[in-house]
């Protein structure tokens, strides 16, 4: 997190909101576009250690898509839930104060 403005004014805290919102979707995007590239064959999943003409057993399902795409998913997402979280609750905090 950017530190926050001192006595500069709602205008710079919004600014600073917008900038840290937009960048925390921004790794949320690259993080979905890396598991495309490194885990998709034609816009389908491909297990990672999945041969060719191979069939997965479900407890490599299971651990592949955990590790290939929901943890990290979700790493990312839980970051961005937390920066709307601390932008929108400073944003009531300041509402409250005026």
Known sequence: MTPRPHNNGSRDLDQLHRAEITVAMNWVIR???EIIRDHCHKT?????GTSTGTTP?????INSARTDVLN???????????IISIAE???AKRQLCH
């Open 44 to 48: 389908f999943w491909v297990p990672t």
């Open 31 to 33: 993080t979905c576009q």
């Open 89 to 91: 609750h400073e944003r």
């Open 57 to 61: 057993t479900t407890d490599h399902l």
């Open 72 to 82: 990290r998913l979700r790493h990312q997402i839980d970051g961005a839930e937390t």
